[in-house]
Structure formats: C-alpha cells, structure tokens
C-alpha cells in the first residue's frame, strides 16, 4: 500500500518554506497549529535537529521536550492572534547534562491574505555568550570602580600625610622665611586635597560649578583664614556643569588665585571680601576672583612672576584661554576669559 500523499503546498507556501530553508539564520516557520512546516539549515547546525525529521511535529516536541516550555508557548500564542505584530521573548533551552542555553526569540504571523491558513515566522538567536561577555564587563566595571574609590582613599591618606609633615617642618624651620615657604606649600597641598575631594564626592562625568567652587573656598578659609567673621569669601554663579577634566583646571586657578589673595591682598588687615564669579554668556565663558585689598603692586620695572603666576598661566592655556589682569583698584581681580573660536576658525 502506497503511503498517504502529503498535500501539495500552495506557490506561497512553497516560497516561504524555500526561503526558510536556505536562510543563514536560525529560522522555524510552523503552522496554526505550531507544527513545524520548514526549519533553516542553519537552525538545525545550532541545535542539533534533523531537518528532515521534524517537518510536521509540534515545535514542543523538539530533541528531547527542551523546547516545550511555558514561555515559549505563551509567544507563540500571542504572536498568533497577533495580528501580525513582532512579538519577542525569552527563554532557556535546557540539556541534559549541557549548560543552559539563553535564546531570544522573535515571532511574526503571516497571512498571506488567508487568515484560516496562518504561518507563524520564528528566528531565534543564541544570546549566552554575548550575555556572559556583559557580565563578565559589568564585573570589571565593579571591580574597576572599587579599585578606583580605593585609589582615591589612598591619595586622599597620602595628602593628608604630606600636609601634616608640611605642617611640623614649618614649625620647626629656622627662619621666617623658610617657614613661609613650607606654609605655602602646606596651603597648595590642602588645596589640592579639597579638590580632589569634591571631585570624588561628585562621582559624575560632570561638575556643578556653584557647589564645586563653594567648597572648595571653604576648604581653604578653613585651613588659611583666622577670623571667618571679618574676611569673606564669596561665590557668584549661576548653575553651570562643565567636564570633570576641566573643573580640575579650574578649581586649581580659584584655589591659586584665593590663596593669593589671602596672603597679599589685606596686608595689616583682618577684614575683606574675596569674589569668585563664573559666568557663561553665549560667546564663552569668564571665571575671576577680585577682591578689595590693596590692589596690585606699582613699581618700576618688570613685575615679578611667581610660582602661583605661572601654574595659573599654563592652566589658562590648558582651558584655551587668557588671563587678564586689573589693578586699577579698588582692589584687585583677575579674570580667565575663554572665547568660542569662529565657525570656520581653525583650532590651535
């Protein structure tokens, strides 16, 4: 007796199963019922199925019944009053004696205009390697942030051990001199400190200005200013965030030119008050500190360039910008101004 003839599938049909079976992605196509009509070479290489022994079997009924799972059956229900929208999904195909396989699969009804006769479109894609290659990353992104909050704890450890011999040596120096240097350095070196603090504090690609510049003014009036009733300092900025790399380069100038102002601005005074402004109108942006001491020295001859002088010159070419000086009183102030270049203009 001949075996019963299977029925002849329609050109469209036969169209899609053709081009299921050559496709290079790990494709099912299954009927309404969720048999399976064609399955791609490719998804038989993947998982180890006979193509030509599968053809008519429910996808549950796949290997060994790994493939009769809840969430798959859910998808494909849902993908099959659908409508004819992607649904996609989740699941784990699970061996015996193999690790579990994380599959995402994505499914599609198709009508072809006969909506008794529905086709539901399958392409699955083996997602565990690319899932535990994201772990594994999210595991050095962790252990890359201890390391570094350790690093930072260590630095923060080592400033303060700096200060402090700073501190001792200038108590022990033999002359004023000398021990006006090593208080200098001591004040350079708690500057420094507090930055790195407040950098660390923000934890963020970008820092609030305002926040950032107010404290670190009271890190150094802390450290440097005696009577906090009579001397003030002063922050003057509306809410602007710039890069991390360069609030660096701006908290070293305002700590600069703060200290500088401190140690010479109010010679025999107690009292004063100390600006720091930041302002970004459309063309770039300024960052002064002025203050209303004394003002800058008048004398003949060249003015003496200090150390503070030109740390806050190389940092202002760092920002790209230029540093202007005002004496004219009362006071002082100093002014970093940075100018959006041209459209066109070429960049230094």
């Not at 992104?141 to 200060?163: G, M, P, T, W, Y």
């Not at 120096?173 to 708690?190: F, K």
């Amino acid at each position: 007796m001949l075996d019963e003839a299977r029925p002849v599938p329609s050109p469209i049909d036969a169209l899609a199963q053709a081009l299921v079976v050559s496709s290079d992605a790990p494709i099912l196509l299954l009927d309404g019922h969720f048999r399976i009509v064609a399955a791609s070479e490719s998804f038989a290489e993947a998982f180890r199925i006979d193509v030509e022994n599968v053809v008519g079997l429910s996808a549950f009924a796949l290997g060994e019944g790994e493939w009769n799972a809840p969430s798959l059956r859910d998808l494909l229900t849902a993908a099959l009053s659908g409508g004819g929208a992607v649904e996609a999904g989740e699941m784990d195909l699970v061996r015996a004696g193999e690790d579990a396989r994380r599959l995402v699969i994505r499914a599609r009804r198709l009508d072809y205009g006969d909506p008794s006769n529905p086709l539901l479109l399958l392409t699955i894609f083996d997602v565990t390697d690319a899932r535990l290659a994201d772990r594994v990353k999210d595991d050095l992104v962790r252990e890359k942030a201890v390391l570094f909050d350790e690093l930072q704890h260590r630095i923060a450890n080592s400033l303060q051990i700096i200060a402090s011999i700073l501190m001792q040596s200038a108590r022990k120096a033999p002359s004023a001199e000398i021990r006006a240097h090593v208080a200098d350095a001591h004040s350079r070196v708690m500057s420094v400190a507090a930055l790195q603090r407040q950098l660390v504090e923000s934890g963020a690609g970008e820092v609030e200005l305002k926040a950032y510049f107010r404290a670190l003014c009271d890190g150094i009036a802390a450290s440097m200013v005696s009577n906090p009733e009579k001397l003030t300092l002063s922050v003057v900025s509306d809410e602007h965030w710039v890069p991390a790399e360069v609030s660096v380069s701006m908290g070293l100038i305002v700590t600069e030119l703060v200290i500088n102002a401190l140690k010479h601005a109010f010679p025999g005074r107690e009292g004063g008050h100390i600006w720091v402004e930041y302002s970004a109108p459309e063309d770039g942006w300024l960052l002064s500190v002025a203050d209303d001491g004394v003002g800058m020295p008048i004398g003949p001859g060249p003015a003496r360039v200090g150390l503070g002088s030109s740390i806050i010159q190389a940092l202002a070419k760092q920002l790209r910008a230029e540093v202007v000086m005002d004496g004219s009183g009362p006071g002082a102030r100093v002014a970093i101004v940075h100018l959006q270049q041209p459209r066109g203009a070429s960049k230094p």
